[in-house]
């Protein structure tokens, strides 16, 4: 099947010199006292300029997707039945459009359907951040159009196209986001906060997923062939780590940059490689999604107040969505559908294990972590002949000769953060040395800086 | 007691520079050259090259892609042999490299199997001349891993080498079964025109080798035996033309025959372990029939 494939970032990379540079550049002049009244204007000329310079022709389509649904939120507050599902509905055909339109045509052939404008739109690469800002603009229309008057244009672009949150997140609800718009002041940021997030963000992705990426590339297909059977295994539970460093890392760069502009953005992360159950793992990973599908879909699906067949039927249908969501591929959908059945079938089962013991909730931890690694195969190989034939190849012993040597002891010591994290020697550390607090972060920006892996993409730039 | 803001991000950016700073002493002081491993093909790539680059010139420098790359050095008998072939690359990269530094090698063997791909600009830039490749800092990590490496696995010595040598020799030829891989290889080397870029290396190649000559080298090129099934394909039909109409002349052509029943390939395309090792004695074999290899 056609695979829609990752979208090139030509634009400003989070781990870039000169996103860097930018981003002093823009905090410089938000603070200036005679650019106070202008400083939701100013980020949101920022957030412009950071978006276009990686993809500026594809600027007006963002003007567009915020502007659409500007209208029909104001026409909203005078008439909610109509214009609130037509904006929801403006907003999933433009993601849809762009998602899927390659799984029906070929956008590199010479001849599409022969009408200029419409080739034009169909030879669009995919929006970078387009599945962000389009459930941002649908939280918009269904949060404020409660509220008694609409907001100001300057304020919904702000909260659509922040530019830390604009490429991958955290979906923020606009209930938490809008609220927060108002005057800032330099005395007021949380400087060590907002320091403690970037470099730990950037720890994570320089060091751990940057690192881990390099190992894991025999993943990809035909190298995954060359591998032996003990490498697949190993490889897939590196990419598990991986996917976490790389994720964590960005959003927690995203919460510190909007700590450092006055703005609080939701934590996506809660150590979720510890979850006991599939339902706990979606409270702690990636938590702002599974908080905007729960509240946005499942709920107003009916939830579990219609029984447990119809409840298992909206999970189904939940995470299902959810992986779709992730991209136009088989592997995608087929992710989400395992994980809602595993939501399913573990459902009846979670009232007897609660009160079980602390071994019994380690070998849950155990099973939950093996099963959520697996599942990761399919987002690795979004392509489901390969994914299926690394799974195959996990289970059969292979005499391919002249297998790739992999570094076992450097693939731990690149995995050991995660860990660490997860099994909470980090707060540990944390409330013991307090004092050298400082000094361990800034050991980590030191290493991070010396022990950066080969530049890659974040991952969920691609979504 | 909670720090204050200034306090705290200061005393971290300090903890970072006194980090750095004794970091970079330290790569200083233990040297910036120092190996480490190569957990992907580039890396790979930059090790053989800084190897190279740091060491005196060897005698014979193979260069290539892929297919020369599984030609170990330790299956040489002669002394002072590198392979400088890159696997994913082009052999005009490592060529063009090799010109460009002041001392150039007696003999050259140019693969010419797989000449489709584009030299690497970025290798030869950083690799010419007499310029510096080594790092400012060293990867922690990596460094520590590399030294492990290096303790628990050392270079085999001639006479461990020798014996390597021979036990791949006295087992039988492998009996893996390549079909699903060679039949893929078959299927993509019957695809793809290669003339275009192939046309264009073999004329770099030409004129490199001419710069060379004139530097007292011997260059020759090379064809190393792919499977049957591969060698009828178009590609290598359309590459063998080429270069035989690029070069004509017998005396730039090394003629190798090894055992071609007892030669295997991982996928039709890489010899196996012990196939590379015949390959290797016909190569030296040759180079004795010539007289060159160990000329002064």
């Given at each position: ?43 949101v ?85 387009i599945?962000?800002?389009?459930f941002?603009?649908?939280?918009l ?25 604009l ?49 894991t ?27 976490y ?11 510190g ?47 579990n ?120 020697i ?19 920006a ?14 969920y730039?691609?979504? | ?54 060491e ?94 290096t303790?628990?696995h ?59 000559q ?83």
């Amino acid at each position: 099947m056609v695979h829609a494939g990752p979208a090139k970032w030509g634009g400003m990379a989070f781990t870039s010199f000169h996103f860097g540079a930018f981003v002093a550049v823009v905090l410089g002049a938000y603070y200036l006292p005679p650019l106070r009244r202008f400083q939701v204007q100013l980020l949101v000329l920022a957030s412009v300029f950071f978006y276009g310079f990686g993809q500026p022709e594809l600027l007006p389509l963002l003007l567009v997707a915020v502007l659409g649904t500007y209208l029909c939120l104001v026409l909203a507050f005078e008439n909610r039945a109509p214009w609130m599902p037509a904006g929801i509905v403006f907003n999933l055909s433009l993601l849809a459009f762009f998602k899927y339109k390659l799984l029906f045509v070929d956008a590199a052939s010479a001849q599409l359907t022969g009408v200029a404008p419409v080739d034009f739109l169909l030879r669009l690469p995919l929006p970078i951040g387009i599945s962000f800002f389009v459930f941002h603009n649908i939280s918009l229309l269904v949060d404020l159009t409660r509220e008694k008057r609409p907001p100001r244009l300057r304020d919904v672009f702000l909260y659509i196209i922040f530019f830390p949150q604009l490429v991958s997140g955290p979906i923020t609800r606009a209930a938490q986001f809008m609220p927060q718009i108002a005057p800032k002041r330099l005395g007021d940021v949380a400087f060590v906060e907002a320091a403690k997030w970037i470099l730990t963000g950037y720890f994570f992705k320089l060091y751990v997923a940057n690192n881990l990426n390099e190992i894991t590339a025999y993943m990809d297909y035909p190298l995954y062939e060359t591998l032996r059977t003990q490498d697949r295994w190993l490889l897939v539970f590196l990419y598990s780590y991986q996917i976490y460093a790389d994720f964590f890392g960005y959003s927690a760069i995203a919460l510190g940059l909007g700590l450092l502009f006055g703005y609080r953005l939701p934590v996506n992360f809660n150590l979720p490689y510890i979850s006991a159950s599939f339902s706990e793992f979606w409270t702690r990973w990636h938590i702002s999604l599974s908080s905007w599908l729960k509240t946005y879909l499942y709920v107003p699906l009916g939830g579990n107040r219609k029984g447990p067949v119809r409840t298992g039927l909206n999970l189904m249908i939940v995470m299902t969505l959810g992986g779709l969501w992730h991209g136009a591929s088989l592997s995608y959908a087929l992710w989400g559908m395992l994980h809602g059945l595993l939501l399913v079938i573990e459902r009846p089962f979670l009232k007897h294990l609660e009160d079980a013991g602390p071994l019994v909730r380690i070998v849950r931890m155990g099973v939950v972590f093996l099963c959520v690694t697996m599942l990761w195969i399919f987002f690795k190989l979004p392509n489901f002949d390969h994914a299926t034939a690394y799974l195959k190849g996990m289970f059969i012993a292979t005499d391919m000769p002249n297998p790739p040597k992999l570094f076992y002891n450097l693939a731990l010591l690149y995995t050991l953060p995660v860990i660490i994290q997860h099994v909470s020697i980090g707060a540990l550390i944390e409330r013991r040395l307090r004092r050298w607090e400082p000094y361990l972060y800034g050991a980590l920006a030191a290493l991070a800086f010396l022990e950066a892996g080969p530049d890659s993409a974040f991952i969920y730039f691609q979504f | 007691m909670q720090d204050s803001a200034p306090s705290w991000l200061v005393r971290c950016a300090v903890a970072s520079a006194a980090l750095l700073l004794a970091w970079y002493l330290a790569t200083a002081r233990f040297g910036p050259a120092l190996q480490q491993p190569a957990v992907t093909t580039r890396d790979g790539s930059l090790i053989t090259l800084n190897r190279y680059a740091r060491e005196p010139t060897p005698d014979v420098v193979l260069v290539g892609s892929s297919v020369m790359w599984r030609l170990k050095e330790e299956y040489f008998s002669l002394p002072r042999v590198r392979n400088l072939a890159l696997a994913g690359g082009s052999p005009v990269t490592s060529l063009e490299i090799l010109t460009k530094r002041r001392n150039l090698p007696k003999i050259i063997l140019i693969e010419t199997n797989v000449l489709t791909r584009t030299p690497n600009a970025a290798l030869i830039e950083k690799f010419s001349s007499g310029m510096s490749t080594e790092t400012l800092l060293l990867r922690p990590v990596r460094a520590a891993v590399a030294a492990y490496e290096t303790w628990n696995h050392a270079a085999p010595d001639p006479a461990q080498a020798r014996a390597e040598r021979d036990r791949l020799l006295s087992q039988p030829p492998s009996t893996f079964d390549n079909k699903v891989y060679l039949d893929r290889a078959v299927e993509q080397m019957n695809g793809d025109d290669p003339t275009a870029p192939t046309r264009a290396n073999a004329a770099l190649i030409g004129t490199l080798i001419d710069d060379m000559q004139r530097r007292g080298t011997r260059a020759f090129l090379i064809h190393i035996p792919f499977a049957p099934k591969i060698e009828d394909s178009r590609f290598v039909r359309t590459t063998r033309q080429i270069v035989h109409e690029a070069f004509p002349a017998p005396a730039l052509w090394l003629p190798i025959n090894p055992p071609m029943g007892e030669l295997r390939w991982d996928d039709g395309v890489h010899l196996d372990e012990r196939s590379s090792l015949l390959v290797v004695r016909a190569i030296e074999s040759s180079l004795a029939e010539r007289g060159d290899a160990r000329r002064p």
